[in-house]
């Protein structure tokens, strides 16, 4: 049995969802696997912390090198045994961005909750009935499981990347003033293309929040009405029904992060960002950071894909473009005669 959990693209709210602006975040269709029938190789400090309050029993194997490699392909279906093929490549371990902790977590919950149902053979056989996988647990507290071991290991955050990990589609998440994240689907404007691009530089996430926060105390003024900004930029880019409002709501979010960035001594947009960004608004679209920013992956948004001359540019400034499609399924249990990654 196999378990898959889906990594996470930030669309819009980075740094203001910790403010209580709404976010929007999608589940991609590059996937973290998991087997609980073989032991761990690494335990994740977020696994760990599921494991001390007592939400999981033990870790298992995960592969989530499809979440760390630009590459396009993905390992082979893992084999049980001794025989079992070893660790990623070295370039796998790359990180992108892309929520792999997360969905590391997720994945790990909901295999070893499936491993325990004693109705898994009857659910599977059910669900294979109707062509819809049928989940193994109760999502609803698997989420909360994941969400407050995520928080505990990473000292906070907005939990956005368990619940596109956990529920799939794209998401609105908003935090209430005790933490509680709401999570409903969002139906993004139609005609939409987004391009997903990694970057040759990457930043520790708890870094740059660390420098916001520390301008908060330092210049709290400044640190208000920056986060306000981008806040306003995060409420249009949810009500945006079209893609001209989307592309618009997020300019005004990486205007407010740029300064946000250069007040906190945070590249929150990249030098390689700020070049590209006229390009892209040549062509009708926004070139923004995806979650806290400084690398990782940045995102191409507007009617179009990016021309020719524009994936030149980008190449031209260390950004490759990554092939993957919004919207995946969250965690769920693949058919055994389904490959890892179809």
């Given amino acids: 049995m196999i378990v898959r959990a889906p990594g996470k693209l930030v669309l819009s709210g980075a740094y203001a969802v910790l403010e209580g602006a709404p976010a929007l975040v999608a589940a991609v269709d590059r996937y973290v696997i998991a087997d609980p029938a073989r032991p761990a190789d690494l335990v994740t400090e ?100 994941a969400l407050a071991a995520h928080r505990r290991a990473q000292g906070g955050g907005s939990g956005v990347d368990v619940a596109a990990s956990v529920y799939g589609g794209v998401l609105c998440c908003k935090l209430g003033p005790g933490g509680e994240l709401a999570v409903t689907p969002h139906a993004l404007p139609g005609r939409l293309a987004v391009e997903v691009f990694a970057s040759d530089a990457s ?44 592309v618009a709501a997020l300019d005004r979010q990486v205007d407010a992060l740029a300064e946000l960035g250069d007040r906190a001594g945070a590249p929150i947009v990249t030098p390689a960002l700020r070049r590209l960004r006229p390009a892209a608004a040549a062509e009708g679209a926004s070139l923004a950071p995806s979650g806290a920013g400084g690398g990782d992956v940045s995102i191409f948004v507007g009617a179009a894909p990016p021309s020719a001359a524009f994936l030149e540019a980008a190449r031209a400034s260390g950004l490759e473009r990554v092939p993957m499609s919004l919207g995946a399924p969250g965690v769920h249990v693949l058919d055994a005669a389904r490959p890892p990654h179809a």
């Fill in 46 to 145: 977020e696994v760990q912390a599921a494991i001390d309050a007592g939400a999981l029993d033990r870790a298992v194997w995960f592969d989530a090198a499809a979440l760390r490699s630009a590459a396009a392909s993905a390992p082979a279906a893992p084999a049980a045994g001794p025989s079992a093929p070893a660790a990623p490549p070295l370039e796998a371990s790359r990180k992108l961005g892309l929520g792999s902790s997360a969905a590391i977590l997720v994945a790990t919950l909901a295999a070893r909750a499936a491993a325990r149902a004693s109705t898994m053979a009857m659910a599977a056989a059910a669900a294979a009935a109707v062509g819809q996988p049928m989940p193994a647990w109760d999502t609803r507290a698997l989420f909360l499981d």
């Fill in 203 to 246: 930043a520790r996430t708890s870094d740059m929040l660390e420098r916001v926060r520390a301008l908060a105390a330092s210049a709290p003024d400044a640190h208000r009405a920056l986060l306000g900004a981008a806040a306003e930029g995060a409420r249009a880019a949810v009500a945006a029904a079209d893609v001209r409002a989307l």
